[in-house]
Nanobody, 124 residues
Framework: QVQLVESGGGLVQAGGSLGLSCAASGRTFGSYVVGWFRQAPGKEREFVAG????????SYRDTVKGRFTISRDNAKNTVYLQMNSLKPEDTAVYYC?????????????????WGQGTQVTVSS
């Protein structure tokens, strides 16, 4: 079992930055893919970014490329999402998720473990 805990959400003005963290316990991420998803009110959960832990391969949705960066810290068993140039449309609850596969899936149904989510609100 893997337990995931997100932190770092909050309120920021458009154009600002926020950093999210996803700390894992229970086992290491070593053979996992970790993804960040988000869900805005009335919308489906969508993929934001993902990283293959063992090779540090990353993937992003098009609308966040160049603004968001996913990274990991082996020693802390933690994945980060640095979000820059935030826009009001980035407002959502952000979740981290993990799957014991090597492919970075954009489908939330293919992830086995989920954190509780953290709210990100971007004001205009």
């Amino acid at each position: 079992q893997v337990q995931l805990v997100e932190s770092g959400g909050g309120l920021v003005q458009a154009g600002g930055s926020l950093g999210l963290s996803c700390a894992a316990s229970g086992r290491t991420f070593g053979s996992y893919v970790v993804g960040w998803f988000r869900q805005a009110p009335g919308k489906e959960r969508e993929f934001v970014a993902g990283i293959r832990w063992s090779a540090s391969i990353t993937s992003y949705r098009d609308t966040v490329k160049g603004r968001f960066t996913i990274s990991r810290d082996n020693a802390k068993n933690t994945v980060y999402l640095q979000m820059n140039s935030l826009k009001p449309e980035d407002t959502a609850v952000y979740y981290c998720a993990a799957r014991a596969r090597y492919i970075i899936s954009h489908d939330s149904h293919e992830y086995d473990y989920w954190g509780q989510g953290t709210q990100v609100t971007v004001s205009s």
